[in-house]
């Protein structure tokens, strides 16, 4: 025999209404876990898309000594031009790294120094950001080379094992979670069942299917899914809209770190989706375990 | 309709709760299945609700065997079998229309079915007048007749009764017991298991005793007790054929006949009561 869904939605709602305490702190505790699911895909998608940013904009600063003969910074140049891993390379004076350092240096650090103490340098862009350290090695103590050319790879590298680090306690803390959500939900079942132990009972006396007696706790559990999936997916919409990681936004935050971090319509919709099938999951999964364990069919 | 064939059934730490018991009860019977408690009668009940699966020996229930159904296939049975029990086992926070409409709905019956059948098997039982009423605003008599309607309204084959009369007074006991009787004239074949000797004697139909888990008795339109039994019949009274099956044993070798009360009974078998 065929369950009906009116009943079993009516069923359902009236027992998580009788046990409406139970209902919000098990729908509260799976909007928490979630949404910390939620935010930590977001913050994988975000770091993502950051680091393809970050490493588009990785070149090589070649610097040169101050005191090199225009021929040596000539010479220097074309060996740039040459390589087969460098795209283009931009050549900076003394005058202009000088005017740089003014922008990047502490006021006191920079007035201690004058122009002729900089190096004057070449900014190169890469084939392929990820060879970076290969073309600061190839440099490293040439004739004419001030230092070391410089590559900001160290510092994204810390920046994407930071946000590793998060993305990671995030997900630790939303699976524990998740788990304590689950046990909620099949609490609220296993009291939904003691309440309705007469009838359950009357229920068996008079033929009903297992089926038939089983599905309302099951939509119950599920509903309660729905329910803390749904304030989750809030939660994340409102991270993504709140904070502007929305590519309409990227303009206005151009560039800062949420706009590196900004990301479609469609990825966002993705990571909603899988934070609902997430919140049916665990509201099934209580309800099923509570059912089967507790429910004498 | 129903036949056991050499059923045992033992529970757990080897307490016997029937002995090799075999017995037929045909289509349209209304048998009454007497005994002390711990005599079996309930596990006999539970046995033909599929609540209990024999230990060993084979039972049939309107030409199935139900022994070995699939646990699935349990509740298709139990369509077809009625039950009423002593506490009555009304959802209080439904009406008697409810409690009645609800052993259709979880069988699935449209909703035109449940409005036809359940005022007219309201009127069998006498409670039109009370259709609207909470089971806590009836009398005992009132909510055992609404539990014998929400047992017929399916109008299953077999109707089961644990002690239907157990919480009421005779007066309204005898009520019961004619509204089950009504009904077994519909052709429904009605086993009752009880203690109200009373009533046994006045209705006078098909008697099985147990005792201690063995058919000591079984008598086409018997009394409660074999006392009472050869009393009527030193009387002159027309109490009918005492039938023995050819299975039963009705008294084991060596051991004095039942003579007396049920708990004298008991006492000199001294076995353990598994009914309640």
Redesign the interface.
């Given at each position: 025999?065929?369950?009906?869904a009116g009943?079993v939605a009516r069923e359902a709602t009236t027992n998580l209404w009788r046990n409406r305490l139970m209902t919000a702190a098990a729908v509260l505790t799976v909007a928490v876990s979630l949404a910390l699911v939620g935010s930590a895909l977001l913050l994988k998608q975000g770091a993502t898309k950051a680091t393809v940013h970050w490493q588009n904009g990785v070149g090589v600063a070649v610097w040169v000594n101050g005191d090199a003969s225009p021929a040596q910074f000539q010479a220097i140049g074309t060996q740039l031009a040459q390589n087969p891993l460098v795209k283009s390379c931009i050549a900076r004076s003394q005058a202009y790294d000088f005017n740089e350092a003014r922008q990047t240096v502490a006021a006191d650090e920079f007035n201690a120094t004058k122009q002729s103490d900089y190096p004057s340098s070449y900014r190169c862009v890469l084939q392929n950001p990820s060879d970076a350290t290969a073309v600061v090695q190839q440099f490293t103590g040439k004739p004419g080379i001030f230092g070391t050319p410089s590559s900001p790879t160290a510092q994204i590298r810390t920046m994407e094992s930071v946000i590793h680090i998060l993305q990671w306690v995030f997900l630790s803390v939303a699976v524990v979670l998740l788990l304590s959500a689950s046990v909620l939900i099949l609490n609220t079942i296993r009291m939904a069942i003691f309440a309705r132990r007469?009838?359950v009972?009357?229920?068996?006396?008079?033929?009903?299917?297992?089926w038939?007696i089983r599905l309302p706790f099951m939509a119950e559990g599920l509903i309660q899914g729905l329910l803390g999936s749904a304030v989750a997916v809030l939660v994340v919409l409102g991270l993504y809209w709140g904070i502007g990681l929305d590519t309409t936004k990227t303009a206005a935050n151009q560039g800062n770190l949420i706009a590196q971090m900004s990301m479609g319509t469609w990825e966002v919709a993705a990571t909603c989706i899988l934070v609902g099938v997430v919140g049916i999951g665990v509201g099934v999964a209580g309800s099923a375990l509570a059912v089967r364990r507790f429910l004498d069919v | 309709m129903i036949t056991f064939q050499n059923v045992t059934k033992t529970y757990k730490g080897s307490t016997v709760a029937l002995r090799d018991c075999s017995i037929e009860i045909d289509k349209g019977e209304f048998v009454f299945l007497v005994g002390p408690s711990g005599s079996g009668k309930t596990t006999f009940i539970r046995l033909l609700l599929r609540e209990e699966i024999p230990s060993s020996g084979r039972i049939w229930e309107a030409g199935k065997e139900i022994g070995h159904l699939s646990k699935w296939r349990i509740p298709y049975l139990r369509r077809n079998i009625g039950c009423v029990f002593q506490d009555f086992r009304l959802l209080p926070n439904k009406t008697v229309f409810e409690n009645v409409a609800f052993a259709l709905e979880v069988i699935g019956r449209p909703k035109h079915v449940i409005a036809s059948q359940v005022p007219q098997v309201l009127d069998l039982v006498g409670l039109t007048k009370k259709s609207g009423n909470l089971p806590g605003e009836l009398s005992g008599g009132e909510q055992q007749r609404v539990a014998v309607a929400r047992a017929f309204v399916n109008r299953p084959l077999i109707l089961l009764a644990d002690e239907p009369t157990g919480n009421l007074d005779p007066t309204t006991s005898l009520g019961i017991m004619r509204l089950l009787d009504r009904i077994n004239r519909t052709g429904t074949t009605v086993v009752v298991a009880t203690h109200d000797a009373g009533m046994v004697d006045q209705m006078r139909r098909r008697v099985i005793e147990l005792d201690h888990g063995d058919i000591v008795r079984d008598q086409a339109r018997g009394m409660y007790g074999l006392d009472s039994a050869i009393a009527a019949a030193g009387a002159g009274s027309p109490t009918g054929t005492m039938v023995e099956t050819a299975t039963a044993p009705v008294a084991k070798a060596g051991a004095p006949a039942p003579t007396t009360g049920y708990a004298d009974s008991r006492d000199r078998l001294g076995r353990r009561d598994v009914d309640s």
């Open positions: 025999m065929p369950v009906s009943y007469r009838e009972s009357v229920m068996k006396l008079v033929g009903a299917t297992n038939f | -």
